[in-house]
């Protein structure tokens, strides 16, 4: 997974988290409130029935305690409301039909202290009664109650809820919306330098020198990105060092190897005294060990003058028919001694291309010794190309049917000095000096085309390579 992604999921994750939990606590909170608030409400309503009643017995004025319960009814809240004296006895009730009527038994409630609640179901409605003493300066004359129907409190108390809950939902959600944004920022100002970073790393250890990525920031993030510029300098400095003694060293080597094979050349020739059979033997070999070592240094230095000053290209209309027919009939008797079938296949529509006849010779060279090296005996090589339309490119390949690269091997195919192992312990091809496809990609690119491959293990492998069509 994405690092950005995996931060905005992190960042989103604590931000919803984090509402979450704020806007539950909230309900929790405001739920808790408003019952207390409901509550004290109801202690206050008995407080003044309370007194109420008190002022009603002490004036002897029953119409003011009447009037009050009535008022005490209007509410949807109150189920029922009186007043009863020391004996038990409804002096005023809300059901007017009950007033002079004794209290049930098992509607006395003993030691009602400064006032009690209970909760009962009665004619399927939950109730919630309180009671209070009436007190006068003689003492307690009677008690007050008033049932309140439960279902009622708590939808009211509900609606409150669904009431704030609207209003607090609107700002959450705008804050939360806003939170996720700013986690995504967040995310990108972290993840989008290590992504710089990586494609550093990347063109880095594919060769580019120039891989500088910005280091502005002031922190740890900031010191890497000079840390990996400081390392790029030093890269290319080595580079540099590196190339200019490969190419004193290459070029000082030159002279002394042509001498070795002209020598050799001059001796196998006859011309000087007869040599015996194993004589002929050891020159062959000094004369193929030289010629071995001379492509090796001419790799060398063309790669070092490819990187000095780049190649100049002599480009004129070749047939890509022509070229590959040439091509096969060069590598014709190598390819029969190693015992693989070399052909060619372009179909006759395939225009003229616009290139450096010597450099596409070494292209091929190159790719066709690479895959009768890589071909068991018995193996199919086949060269081909085709016209890509609409882009303006003949499109190459060369195909065989050899041992294949390991996926893993493939993204450094076309470095330097890149080497694959045979995972075959039978299959020991000549080693050779792994410039090859350096040197390919580099002539390939240099005509304006691209290479790429394709392989894949003990089945085979093409390489593909364009070059612009003539005119
Ligand atoms: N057709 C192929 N099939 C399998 N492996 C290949 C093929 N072409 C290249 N390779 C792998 O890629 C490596 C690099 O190839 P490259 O041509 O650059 O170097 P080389 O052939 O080893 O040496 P030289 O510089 O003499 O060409 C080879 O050593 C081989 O492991
Ligand atoms: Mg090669």
Partial sequence: ?????????????????????????????????????????????????????????????????????????????????????????????????????????????????????????????????????????????????????????????????????????????????????????????????????????????????????????????????????????????????????????????RNPLSAISMSSKMLLSGDYDPVTDNQKQVVNIILSSADRLRTMVNNILDLAKMREKGLSYDKNPLSPKKIMQDIAGLYHAFSCEKGVELTVDCPSDVPMIEADEEKLHRIFTNLVSNAIKFTRRGGTICLGAGHVRGSGEVEFFVRDSGIGISPEALPGLFTKFSSVSSIDPHFKPLQGTGLGLVIVKALVEGHGGQIRVSSEMKKGTTFYWTIPVSG
């Fill in 1 to 253: 997974m994405k690092l950005f992604l995996r931060f905005s999921l992190v960042i989103g994750g604590v931000v919803f988290f984090v509402f979450s939990v704020f806007f539950f606590s909230l309900f929790f909170v405001e739920k808790n409130y408003l019952q207390q608030q409901g509550e004290q409400a109801r202690w206050d309503d008995m407080h003044r029935f309370s007194l109420v009643c008190q002022e009603s017995i002490l004036s002897a004025d029953e119409i003011v305690l009447m009037n009050y319960i009535r008022g005490l009814k209007k509410s949807q809240e109150v189920l029922w409301a009186f007043f009863l004296d020391k004996d038990q006895q409804i002096v005023t009730h809300s059901d007017v039909r009950l007033k002079g009527q004794k209290l049930k038994n098992e509607d006395f409630l003993k030691d009602l202290g400064k006032g009690i609640s209970r909760s009962f179901v009665r004619e399927g409605k939950s109730v919630l009664e309180y009671a209070m003493p009436v007190q006068t300066g003689n003492g307690v004359i009677g008690e007050v109650r008033i049932a309140y129907d439960m279902n009622h409190i708590s939808r009211h108390v509900r609606l409150a809820l669904q009431d704030i809950a609207k209003r607090y939902f609107g700002v959450s959600l705008i804050c939360f919306v806003l939170g996720i944004l700013l986690a995504a920022m967040a995310a990108r100002n972290l993840s989008h330098p290590i992504q710089q970073l990586i494609n550093g790393i990347q063109r880095t250890s594919q060769g580019d020198r120039n891989a500088f990525i910005p280091s502005d920031r002031q922190d740890e993030i900031g010191e890497l990105a000079q840390e990996f510029n400081h390392m790029v300098v030093k890269l290319g400095e080595l580079d540099q060092l590196k190339d200019g003694f490969i190419h004193t060293v290459s070029h000082d080597l």
